[in-house]
């Protein structure tokens, strides 16, 4: 078979056979099928779509091209359920997430990625702290699970391998936003993880890669389609993204702003309100609970008691972060040697929290091609909330840069990010929707 002819059938708009997708998969796998090939295809999926059968096929292809994880006999003591954000600008809610679903009584093996487009990565927010094993062996994955509750982790080389070079491959050639190729890089992950279910929060909004409702919906119904014929019972939640989720934007910072949630410190209402709707889905779905409600009073519960604090000191621990980090990570943390506040005067309106995004990545934070350093230790905190009333003691937001020439290109991106008024807008629910697949 040519890949020539593979890519030729879907540039003109034909549904790919299994056989082609798995040739595709194959040599995505074993890197027989260079790169400029590999990104035509996705430029002609992202502009021509696939079937649900095509959707399906990729996705059991890519989650069978490496290691399949089973749990069975992992000694775990409870359910096996995990959650996956499509991106967004500030999402840091995995790091509150797992420790408190952990902390309830399920147990979350978190395979995350790593930044894509203009939102920020899992993985690379967890590799600011100092000796965190972003990427350990399966054996080191299963055992933190199984001492501590939960475990966040890198995609290894050894899971869905073929994805990851698809994920990569896809972030620098502008094919992010097809609904097949998200839902197959999801899914591929979880089912390879071995997950006994699924909760997925899909970003809707200016810093969402589905900026419009109708598409939101249109991704969440097709993972909850894709994920069912897998046998992976999975629900999802629309959750806005048309401003920073938190107070803060960049690798180190959302650490900082997600240690301060756990230790009960501060935990800002739009976050708050993310992650308890998505932790009580989840202890619902998985069986620990069986009425949101009170799932989440027993969500809070495990933050304001200390008890998901303590969860995620010990997998920090267990994956070879500091013991201490805890209560002391501003001593760990990589910290920018400018900081600046930005001011002005004014309501707060509206946010391109893509555009935000892009400014983190321009800042150094994220990545303009594969394999990029990055500098963990710039973006954006104490960042104003849509709605609140700027002036000289509030700032929109502190720039935190490697310089200052850095420093003020971002406060110009910042600024022309926003809109300002001289009046509050009106308020937007940060929970738009939840999905069940089932029939309303």
């Known amino acids: 078979m040519l890949f020539t002819d593979v890519i030729r059938a879907k540039r003109d708009g034909a549904a790919l056979s299994r056989e082609q997708i798995d040739f595709f998969v194959a040599g995505l796998t074993d890197s027989s099928i260079p790169a400029e090939q590999v990104s035509a295809l996705a430029m002609a999926i992202f502009l021509n779509s696939m079937s649900f059968d095509e959707t399906a096929a990729l996705t059991l292809g890519m989650a069978r091209s ?41 147990c979350v093996p978190m395979i995350s990625g790593r930044g894509l487009g203009h939102t920020g990565g899992t993985t690379d927010k967890a590799e600011s702290i100092p ?20 475990a966040i982790i890198g995609q290894t080389s050894d899971l869905a391998p073929a994805d990851r070079r698809f994920y990569a ?44 409702e109708a598409r939101a919906r249109e991704l969440a ?34 650490i900082a702003e997600s240690v301060r949630y756990l230790r009960n410190d501060y935990r800002e209402p739009r976050l708050d309100d993310v992650v308890l709707s998505l932790c009580a889905e989840m202890l619902v779905i998985s069986g620990v609970e069986t009425d949101r409600a009170t799932a989440r009073r027993r969500s809070g519960e495990a933050v304001t008691s200390g008890r998901a604090a303590e969860v995620f000191a010990r997998m920090v621990a267990a994956l070879g972060g500091p013991a201490d980090f805890v209560d002391a990570f501003e001593r760990y943390l990589p910290a920018a040697p400018v900081k600046r506040p930005v001011h002005l005067d004014g309501y707060l309106a509206a946010m391109d929290t893509r555009a935000i995004g892009n400014a983190v990545i321009e800042l150094g934070g994220g990545r303009r091609v594969v394999g990029e350093k990055l500098d963990l230790s710039v973006g954006f905190e104490q960042v104003a909330a849509v709605g609140q009333r700027l002036d000289a003691t509030t700032p929109l937001a502190v720039v935190h840069a490697a310089s200052e020439a850095d420093a003020r290109s971002a406060e110009s991106r910042l600024v022309a990010a926003i809109t300002l008024a001289d009046e509050p807008p009106r308020e937007r629910p940060t929970i738009v929707d939840v999905l069940t697949g089932e029939p309303a």
């Open 169 to 212: 491959i896809r972030d620098v050639t502008g094919t992010v936003e097809s609904i097949p190729l998200i839902t197959a890089s999801i899914l591929s992950k979880k089912i390879a993880a071995g997950l006994g279910s699924l909760v997925m929060d899909v970003k809707v909004g200016s810093g969402a890669f589905m900026e419009s």
């Open 66 to 106: 490496g290691t399949v994880l089973d749990w069975t006999s992992a000694g775990l003591d409870g359910p096996v359920v995990d959650k996956h954000s499509t991106g967004g600008v500030g999402d840091k809610v995995s790091f509150l997430l797992a420790p408190i679903v952990a902390a309830c009584g399920a």
């Open 221 to 254: 119904t097709s993972i909850i389609r894709t994920a069912a014929a897998a046998g992976l019972p999975t629900r999802a939640l629309l959750t806005d993204m048309n401003q920073v989720l938190g107070q803060s934007a960049g690798n180190a910072l959302e």
């Open 131 to 150: 000796g965190y094993a972003a990427t350990p062996d399966f054996d080191t994955f299963r055992q933190v699970v199984a001492d501590v509750g939960c």
